[in-house]
């Protein structure tokens, strides 16, 4: 008996629903035991996001780590977790004052949660400080406060666990960032109302060195490994960058790309395809290890 071809659309669109429902299961299912027996630290873990993210690792049976910048309500959360948990399947979290606007104390708090459990294998930097106003009237002071906030802090943990995370070859950093920080947009230093460009060159290593002489060349197989060679060694010379930056002002371009085609296409491959070209780029980085050893 054949199906009426009215009834096909309909069919499709409730198999696949059913199918991404069956896919979605599996994966909540595979994620909790990925995470489970996992040291797993949160900062900000008060906020909205981190909140979340600690009652999912936490039901997935991770090692919490909880980090924020007020005792009660860390507190307060704890006993959110732990209330209705089974601690045959769940793990008491782990309590750290953490303020990223005192760098100060970064040592110490570096050093209370490696003693927790001696190790990290996934830190989650969910901390962030957010300014609405124009950038002409933010004090310096301010801009080191989110630098610290948003940079020096997340950049000074990472750095503290990351030695272990080494030794022991596993680990994981997640950095959470809003996508603001690509877009300029008003009052979040973005100067176009006020009829002020702001141009971003980015360009490859500077090549300062003089080119080197004219020789005859020896006669070389004409391969793709030495055509991307060379791309990836000539740089970027100085003279060259100037020009572009004197073009830049005169054209009042915003954003300008100075590099040769391999890396130019690197950087729409990271647009397009990140995770081909991070796995690409991860060979290169062990095949160079390698190399080395």
């Known amino acids: 008996m054949a199906i009426p071809s009215v009834m096909i659309l309909p069919m499709l669109i409730v198999v696949a629903a059913g199918v991404y429902y069956i896919y979605n299961e599996v994966m909540q299912f595979m994620s909790k035991c990925l995470v489970r027996n996992k040291v797993v630290v949160i900062t900000d873990a008060v906020s909205g996001v981190g909140t979340e993210c600690a009652h999912l690792f936490h039901k997935g049976g991770a090692r919490l780590i909880l980090c924020g910048t007020s005792w009660d309500k860390l507190e307060s959360l704890y006993d959110s977790l732990t209330n209705d948990a089974d601690p045959r399947e769940t793990f008491a979290p782990k309590l750290v004052i953490l303020d990223f606007s005192d760098m100060d104390s970064m040592e110490d708090v570096v050093a ?3 003693e927790c459990y001696g190790c990290v294998d996934v830190l989650i930097c969910n901390s962030s400080m957010k300014l609405k106003a124009p950038v002409q ?4 002071e301010l801009d080191r406060n989110i630098m610290d906030i948003n940079y020096f802090g997340p950049s000074t943990l990472a750095k503290g666990v990351l030695p272990t995370m080494i030794s022991r070859r596993s680990g994981h950093i997640v950095l959470v960032n809003s996508i603001q920080g690509r877009l300029a947009i008003p009052f979040r230093s973005s100067l176009e109302e006020y009829e002020v460009v702001v141009s971003t060159i980015s360009h490859t290593f500077i090549n300062a060195s003089d080119p080197p002489p004219v020789e005859e060349p ?7 490994s030495a055509f991307i060679a060379k791309q990836l060694t000539n740089g970027v010379h100085p003279s060259v960058l100037a020009n572009e930056i004197v073009q830049t002002v005169n054209r009042k371009r915003k954003e300008v790309v100075l590099a040769h085609p391999i890396p130019w296409v690197a950087l729409h491959l990271r647009s397009i395809l990140p995770s081909f070209l991070f796995a690409v780029l991860g060979a290169g980085v062990k095949d160079s290890v390698l190399a080395e050893q």
Request: glycine letters at 0%; proline letters at 14%.
């Open 112 to 114: 209370e949660v490696m």
């Open 218 to 224: 020896a006669p070389k197989p004409n391969t793709l």
């Open 137 to 140: 009237s933010t004090s310096l």
